[in-house]
């Protein structure tokens, strides 16, 4: 009979979410949304681009031969023009080179009207290293600079290819680029859905203190099946959300490679081997992505979704239980929530700075003992599965981690029950930290 | 056997001993009333009753055995003084989550409501939200979900706070037709003529003590102070007499008269009879509830005062 009335609440907890237009709009629009920010986001950067012209007053032509343009700062030589009028001909900038000495690596006055931007110094800079770099070797190795160029670029193709030992044979190599790009979204995901339905959890708590439906509810009900029944209810409403997003996912990939012919992408994933550093803007971009495509198939995706939907709900229960705790204690007023909050967002934004780290070497001693301890490991663990289990995460790590995070909400679950029980029916003032300590006492 | 029992029931908090000792009995089929003024420990006394409160000590015994608020719950309707129901919820969806809640199947239930909204006039309602409601309309739909599981205990704090007289009466009307029917009733007022006109028994709380308990009968019985009316066609001469002293002299020749201890009104009648004066009436002031209450609280400040709890 009890399990048959929590299984009610969280019913209703559910349908009366599910069925609201902001869940339906944002679990369609989300997806679309993401896509479209980084669609605009990489449009912007690639507009942004300006093609800047530069001046060189070169008298001694110490760099007629050797300064090249390139596709962001473009040279010309003129010698009729100066300070005075650059901005006028159309120029953004002026170069002068130092008056005297040769291929000296300081002296060289960029004069401009409004300053450039970072990559165009930047450029500027390196376009001149590059030419006193020419300007030596002819000079001083007398040998021509162009063949000291494709030497270079051929050895720039170096690659080195990290295949762990279990690999060995299978013909898969370690992408960490991808491992970590893995392990950052779907750590991030978790991180944002932490607070998304925690705080729901909360707001629905507060809605039912404030709305006195508490007390009705606990003479029908038991206080802990209330807040069990609305943190099941939410949290089947976050997984109905990912599940939306992984199918809706599946479908916008599925639309993009239908638009892209099969033989095209086979085409470029042989030419990629063929001719090295190959030159075109489009057939790069499918370049990547055919990469993209052979890449993804050596992450075990398998392993990280069954692990994500684990540290969700995992990571869910865990603080849900704790803003359920802190939405009974206090009322309606928004200031004493968040206050009330403070202490639990901590470790989430904590657990986030370490993540971080742990992308980067996800086998140091922070990023494995914060990924066994449970305020963390949500969020840190999920960082490191994609670099690889067993190896980069040992199976014992992997055991600890989600045994002690069971352990973990049943722990908090119990706590907050404790707090909730009493926080539920109290009305006034917001009760201090020793308040509670007694009421978990009790 | 009574349907519940309350022995010493105690429950005290940080800075307030809500309730203090208080036992008491109502006896099945009854309307029993709770009297206090605010702030007295009645809504601390009616949370132990419906399990929401364990009690510090003491112990209430449900239809003979230990008060279990996991099985017995669905046994109790309470509707608590501040009201609450889910504001965004359907109406017709609402009272449906509730029954069930208090164990009612999902079929029976519908059949229910549908009974309960059709006898209040409030069948039109299935598909409105709560936050359209009006105060008086929600006070309806929550004493509706509360009786609709036809418990056989039910507890109303309150019930007519906010109500209008129209919809007071219909509540009250609601009230008796369910006691009527063998559902025993406890209700928590401090509305005195509300209580004479309904109440089988009362209990008086004050300061989480018990200072008054039975019938209102036998509690006006017990706070008489042997004044009677006496109506004349005429004033009479003499009015004096060692069973009696007049009180009062009112306007249309009658008088209240307050018999001294060791008489009784039939000395009264006769003096006045031997007087030849001529009697139109005759009858016995008894002081009302709301006398009583008054008197009995007279003392307490309005507002309880919070103390400190050293044990």
């Known amino acids: ?442 | 056997m009574s349907l519940l029992q309350a022995s010493n029931l105690k429950k005290y908090f940080a800075t307030q001993r809500a309730v203090d000792d208080i036992s008491f009995t109502v006896e099945r089929g009854s309307i029993f009333g709770l009297l206090g003024p605010n702030g007295a420990g009645k809504t601390t006394l009616l949370r132990m009753i419906t399990g929401i409160f364990y009690p510090d000590e003491g112990e209430i015994l449900f239809n003979g055995k230990p008060f279990d608020p996991l099985r017995d719950v669905e046994a109790i309707g309470y509707m608590p003084e501040e009201r609450g129901l889910y504001k965004k919820m359907k109406i017709g969806e609402q009272a449906l989550y509730l029954a069930q809640l208090k164990g009612l199947g999902k079929k029976e239930a519908m059949q229910l409501i549908q009974e309960w909204f059709r006898r209040l006039e409030m069948e039109s309602w299935w598909n409105k939200k709560v936050e359209d409601l009006s105060k008086g309309m929600s006070q309806k739909l929550q004493f509706v979900t509360t009786v609709l599981h036809r418990p056989g205990l039910i507890i109303l704090d309150e019930p007519f706070s906010g109500l209008d007289p129209v919809n007071s009466n219909i509540i009250k009307d609601e009230i008796f037709r369910l006691a009527h029917e063998g559902a025993t009733v406890i209700f928590s007022t401090h509305r005195m003529e509300q209580v004479e006109e309904i109440c089988d028994h009362i209990i008086l709380v004050d300061k989480g003590k018990k200072i008054l308990d039975g019938s209102v009968k036998q509690i006006k019985q017990q706070f008489k102070e042997h004044l009677f009316q006496v109506g004349f066609e005429k004033a009479p001469g003499t009015l004096a007499h060692p069973a009696f002293e007049v009180v009062r002299r009112q306007s249309d020749h009658s008088a209240v008269v307050k018999i001294h201890d060791g008489f009784s009104p039939n000395d009264v009648l006769r003096f006045y009879l031997d007087q030849d004066a001529a009697i139109v009436s005759f009858h016995e002031i008894l002081p009302s509830l709301n006398e009583i209450f008054i008197s009995l609280v007279e003392g307490t400040p309005a507002a309880r005062q919070f103390q400190t709890i050293t044990d």
Not at chain 1, 126 to 147: C, F, G, H
Not at chain 1, 220 to 230: A, N, R, T
Not at chain 1, 253 to 267: C, E, K, M, R
């Open chain 1, 1 to 442: 009979m009890a399990t048959n009335k929590t299984w009610l609440i969280i019913q209703r907890e559910y349908i009366s979410r599910v069925r609201k237009k902001t869940f339906i709009l944002s679990t369609i629009l989300t997806p679309l949304l993401f896509a479209g920010v980084i669609a605009a986001v990489v449009f912007i950067t690639v507009r942004n681009v300006r093609n800047e012209k530069v001046a060189v007053v070169d008298p001694r032509g110490v760099f007629k031969s050797s300064l090249e343009s390139g596709e962001m700062v473009t040279y010309e030589f003129r010698d009729d023009i100066d300070t005075s009028n650059f901005s006028a001909r159309g120029y953004s900038a002026l170069l002068f080179p130092p008056q005297v000495g040769t291929n000296r690596s300081e002296g060289y006055q960029v004069i401009t009207e409004k300053s450039l931007s970072r990559f165009a110094n930047e450029r500027i800079r390196k376009d001149i290293s590059r030419a006193l770099e020419n300007n030596m070797i002819s000079q001083q190795l007398k040998v021509d600079p162009k063949k000291i160029d494709s030497i270079r670029r051929s050895a720039e193709q170096t690659r080195i290819e990290p295949v762990k030992k279990a690999d060995l044979g299978k013909g898969i190599s370690n992408n960490f680029d991808l491992a970590s790009g893995v392990g950052y979204v779907t750590a991030f995901l978790i991180y944002i859905t932490l607070f998304i339905y925690g705080v729901m959890v909360m707001r629905g708590v507060m809605e039912e203190k404030t709305n006195r439906i508490a007390e009705v509810m606990v003479s029908s009900v038991k206080p802990f099946q209330l807040m069990l029944g609305k943190i099941l209810g939410i949290g089947a409403v976050g997984l109905t959300q990912f599940l939306m997003w992984i199918i809706l996912m599946a479908i916008f990939t599925g639309i993009v490679s239908a638009f892209i012919p099969a033989d095209v992408l086979s085409q470029v994933s042989s030419a990629r081997d063929q001719i090295p550093g190959s030159t075109g803007e489009t057939s790069e971009a499918l370049q990547n992505l055919a990469q993209a495509r052979a890449n993804l198939s050596t992450v075990n995706w398998p392993l990280v979704i069954g692990c994500f939907l684990f540290y969700f709900l995992g990571g869910y229960l865990f603080y849900a239980s704790l803003f359920a705790a802190v939405g009974s204690a206090v009322n309606e007023d928004a200031q004493d929530a968040q206050s009330m909050t403070f202490p639990i967002t901590i470790p989430i934004i904590l657990a986030i700075i370490i993540m971080v780290n742990s992308i980067n070497d996800p086998g140091s001693s922070l990023a494995t003992w914060s990924s066994i301890i449970p305020f963390f490991s949500p969020i840190v663990m999920m960082s490191r599965i994609p670099f690889g289990v067993p190896d980069t995460v040992p199976y014992w790590q992997l055991g600890t981690s989600m045994l002690l995070l069971v352990a973990g909400f049943l722990f908090t679950t119990w706590l907050s029950a404790k707090i909730y029980r009493t926080g539920i029916l109290l009305y006034g003032k917001k009760p201090s930290w020793k308040q509670m300590l007694r009421w978990i006492r009790q």
